[in-house]
């Protein structure tokens, strides 16, 4: 598995989806994919944005498509936020192209002049996705390094029973939307009180965002 970085310049054409942004934001970064569904045009993230200096995120007006906005923390102008897009119908077709068996990596950034994308993958999967991103950019510059990643699992930062309950939480629908089981029912579910639950649950959250945004 070998890990691909992209720098492009997108065409016009699909640039103009990120214009409400990139007039007052100097870059955005992304931080960690949380899902990505390419049949049904939904894509969440963690990402920071770089506001331009003098502009504050306030300022940005959501198209209708920014399905949730949420800012989880601020320093200067970094912003870290929470973020779902459902793409547009006429980019189904092309966005169910991109359904290939590959790991969205970082670094991946965009800004006014550039787009850097990354991904992992096997060599027959990264030069489909590179003929893909021919369609829509132009490749200026593209680098492979090895994969590498760490053996330790972001979960191994919550305790047996946080891990236990948001495991269970999980793979009972309880993260999906729209949501399969209530957290009353999953208390039933496990045999446990639903505020144990419930404050379980909040702690993982909390445990597993601090993880992730280290250093930010």
């Not at 070998?2 to 955005?28: G, P, T």
């Not at 991946?108 to 030069?127: A, D, F, P, Q, T």
């Not at 399969?180 to 597993?208: Q, Y």
Request: proline residues 1%; positive net charge; hydrophobic residues 40%.
């Amino acid at each position: 598995m070998r890990k691909m970085i992209m720098e492009l310049k997108i065409d016009r054409f699909f640039m103009k989806n990120f214009d409400f942004l990139l007039e007052k934001v100097e870059s955005i970064e992304l931080l960690e994919l949380i899902k990505i569904d390419f049949e049904k045009r939904i894509k969440m993230a963690i990402s920071a944005i770089n506001m331009k200096e003098g502009h504050n995120i306030e300022e940005i007006e959501m198209p209708h498509y920014v399905e949730i906005f949420n800012v989880l923390e601020k320093k200067g102008n970094r912003y870290i936020c929470l973020i779902k897009v459902k793409y547009f119908k006429n980019l189904s077709s092309l966005a169910k192209k991109f359904n290939i068996d590959i790991i969205w990596d970082t670094p991946s950034i965009i800004n006014k002049e550039k787009m850097v994308v990354s991904v992992s993958g096997s060599e027959e999967n990264l030069k489909k996705i590179l003929e893909l991103f021919k369609q829509v950019a132009q490749v200026n510059k593209i680098s492979l390094v090895k994969s590498t990643y760490k053996e330790q699992s972001i979960l191994s930062c919550l305790t047996d029973k946080q891990k236990e309950i948001f495991v269970a939480a999980k793979k009972n629908g309880y993260y999906d939307y729209p949501r399969k089981i209530n957290s009353e029912r999953l208390a039933n579910k496990i045999g446990l009180g639903r505020a144990t639950v419930v404050e379980h649950i909040r702690k993982a959250e909390n445990r597993i965002m601090a993880q992730i945004l280290t250093g930010y």
